[in-house]
């Protein structure tokens, strides 16, 4: 009887508890899976439509109407726009679209232009980001819905007056405008003709007077018949059959002099223009002549090296666009035009700007850039037009992200994330945790040649760091086998040998299999003053920053200008660019990058020269990561009084200048100075306080 009971009383304890699971899994899934939040977000995004035209409001602008202020020509970031309106949600900007409406006068006439395919295509994809709110009290930004990309038809002072009339217009505070042409006959001015007031424009054919650098967006003029026809894919590596093309109807009499002279003194320039034709009103655009021979366009520019860009009636030249849409390298014979997405785009690397008067000396200025750079440089260019000229919203979305960054410059995209092809939103080269497992420790990896008692003194002194997991001694003399192992020091730490096959600087760097942490260091044979102290905060450090080079005595570049070149600097200076590679921590992904992926003219001049291979790994990382190296510690210099005597390669007093020699022949090979400056080390927390020793974790680290 007592068990009948229990069991009825467990039995409706598991009924009840049953109902209340079966009751929360309902609940939580009717508020997972129930699409109430998606649906709201997709709601919102639809709240913004192109109506047809015909049914939209009218608004009646009056002749008295006061127009919006002539454009601020003083406004910057800080004094023309309210970034308090900005961020009240998250960490980017949001950005509100007028309703579409249709402008008239007082005499029933059309103010605004007809919505262009183009400006459709701006409100769509903007409408359709992530920077998009229907709500205007959240917006950071304001954009009308006024298409006035070409001036070309535009009534200005009218549509001044439709802007200010706008209900959020403040003057032009916070409002963005897209505009391709700017200005009109007889002065084809630089920037958009419109009153404006504080309003940001986003135009295609600033020059350095009108734009207001850090405010307006400098953006590409977007050709739509030539973003439409589908190119071959081409080879970047191979050869092209004119060394310069310049491809442009209508330049001035004065240039296409020059360039007719310039073509009939060399044969591998070709100079096209408008293929005569019959009827004046009927011209193709996908056809350019060169007397009575024709060529397709765009597609001859595959032909080329170099595509000539000459300024017209206007700055801004559509014939940049496609000339990057070609993989042709951009020549561009502007002067004072301010490039598309000059703020954050690298043109050093896509193109060559030379001055209106140097068009003359095009070819020999052409001929100084290697077949390296080349190929870089038309990989830059595709790069370029498939991320940020390819469409009138890939062109839409860039200007919002560059607003956004000068917004919150701590949440902005890096120098990489904007200019390398092969690492877009990449932080580091490698796939590594952000902080690399300290218990994994470094393999240091000393380069010797026959200095056999300094080189055993290193290892003894090495191998008391804490961290170390290996020490690999590269062994760069082929007339002297390694000494016998039993003459070695003995050390707990593991010690292996290998001995190179040609005496070249470059094995330092080479990708050992012996080589099994993440975490190299570097270093000569003839480092005796680096303690243990001084390698275990190094090696600290570099934990903190694994895609740097992190080293102790600074070098710096700088600009000669009494010789036009680089310089290298080895006194002591308040900069470092360069860390010296005799005793530095980096990432064995270098190795790698070093041996097979770094131009090849570089490491052959190293290993024939016997010099430079410590700044071609700086060029290196720095190029890669687009950040400067890490220095640590006081360190200045490598003092060894006893290697000079044994002839040190630094005691040559040509050392220096070959040095210099190496930054600027480096600088050319890349196309662009990659090093970058900094200001900063990294020193030891407690390192000169004046505190009792034992309260300091690394008490030995020196001061010279």
């Known amino acids: ?149 070409s001036q070309n038809t535009l009534r200005t002072h009218e549509n001044g007056q439709v802007l200010a009339q706008l209900p ?11 505009n391709i042409l700017p200005g009109t006959v007889p002065d084809f001015n630089t920037s958009l003709d419109v009153p404006r007031g504080k309003a940001i424009v986003a135009g295609g054919g600033f020059s350095t007077w009108t734009y207001r650098s850090g405010f307006d967006v400098s953006i590409p003029v977007f050709n739509p018949e030539v973003s439409l026809i589908l190119l071959p894919e081409v080879d970047i590596k191979a050869d092209r059959k004119y060394l310069a093309i310049s491809a442009q109807i209508g330049i001035h009499p004065d240039f296409r002099d020059e360039l007719d002279d310039l073509a009939n003194s ?64 951009p020549v561009v014979v502007i002067d004072t035009y301010v490039m598309p997405f000059a703020d954050v785009l690298d043109w050093t690397r896509a193109s060559i700007s030379i001055r209106e008067e140097e068009l003359e000396r095009l070819p020999d200025i052409l001929s100084l850039t290697s077949l390296t750079q080349i190929q870089l440089m038309r990989k830059q260019a595709l ?22 960054d000068r917004i919150f410059p701590y949440m902005k995209k890096s120098y990489a994330s904007w200019n390398e092809p092969s690492k ?52 760069n003399n082929q007339e002297m086998s390694p000494p016998a192992a039993t003459t070695w020091p003995k050390i707990s730490k593991p010690l292996k040998v290998v001995q190179t096959k040609e005496n070249k600087l470059s094995n330092r760097f080479y990708p050992y299999d012996e080589i099994e942490t993440e975490c190299v260091l570097a270093l000569d044979d003839d480092i005796l003053m680096l303690n243990p102290d001084e390698l275990e905060f190094g090696y600290e450090v570099w934990r903190e920053f694994p895609d740097r080079l992190v080293g102790y005595p600074g070098r710096l570049h700088t600009w000669d200008e009494a010789t036009g070149k680089w310089k290298y600097e080895s006194e002591w200076t308040s900069s470092t660019s360069m860390v010296l590679s005799g005793a530095a921590f980096y990432h064995k992904y270098f190795n790698f990058l070093y041996t097979h992926r770094m131009p090849s003219v570089i490491k052959m001049w190293v290993d024939e ?76 927390v407690l390192h000169i306080d004046n505190v009792p020793e034992e309260l300091k974790r690394f008490k030995n680290v020196g001061d010279i």
């Open 1 to 149: 009887m007592i068990t009948m009971r229990l069991r009825s009383k467990y039995q409706n304890f598991y009924i009840v508890l049953f109902t209340v699971i079966l009751f929360g899994v309902i609940v939580t899934g009717f508020f997972q899976f129930w699409p109430h939040t998606q649906e709201t977000e997709r709601e919102r995004r639809n709240l913004f439509t192109i109506p047809d035209l015909n049914s939209v409001p009218e608004v009646k602008i009056l002749s008295t109407s006061q127009p919006a202020h002539k454009g601020d020509i003083t406004c910057s970031h800080y004094e023309c726009l309210d970034v308090y309106r900005c961020g009240k949600d998250a960490n980017m900007i949001s950005v509100y679209i007028y309703p579409v409406k249709k402008y008239i006068d007082e005499n029933g006439i059309i103010i605004t232009n007809t919505l262009s395919k183009e400006f459709h295509e701006v409100l769509t994809t903007i409408a359709s980001s992530s920077f998009y709110t229907a709500e205007p009290e959240k917006a950071c930004l304001f954009i009308p819905s006024i298409d006035m990309l």
């Open 168 to 178: 959020r217009w403040n003057h032009g505070l916070n409002h963005l405008l897209f």
């Open 266 to 329: 060399h044969s591998d320039i070709l100079i096209l223009d408008r293929c005569e034709s019959g009827n004046e009103d009927e011209t193709d655009t996908t056809k350019m002549c060169k007397g009575n021979d024709q060529f397709r366009y765009p597609h001859v520019l595959q032909d080329a090296t170099f595509c000539i860009i000459l300024r017209r009636a206007r700055l801004g030249q559509p014939a940049l666009s496609d000339a990057l849409k070609a993989g042709c390298i």
């Open 383 to 404: 790069f370029y037009w498939e991320n940020y000229f390819k469409s009138m919203g890939q062109i839409a979305l860039t200007t919002l992200q560059i607003i956004n």
């Open 424 to 475: 877009e939103n990449t932080i580091s080269p490698f796939f590594l945790p952000k902080m690399p497992p300290k218990a994994e420790g470094f393999t240091a990896v000393v380069l010797t040649y026959n200095r056999v008692e300094s080189l055993f003194k290193i290892i003894r002194e090495i191998a008391k760091t804490p961290s170390l997991s290996k020490i690999l001694v590269v062994w």
């Open 609 to 684: 020269n016997f010099n430079c291979e410590d700044i071609a790994m700086n060029f290196l990382i720095s190029n890669v990561t687009g950040k400067p190296p890490m220095k640590v510690t006081p360190k200045k210099k490598f003092k060894c009084p006893e290697c000079i005597i044994t002839g040190n390669l630094s005691a040559d007093p040509k050392h220096m200048e070959t040095r210099s020699e190496c930054i600027s022949d480096f600088a050319k090979i890349y196309g662009i100075m990659a090093l970058k400056s900094v200001e900063y080390r990294a020193d030891p």
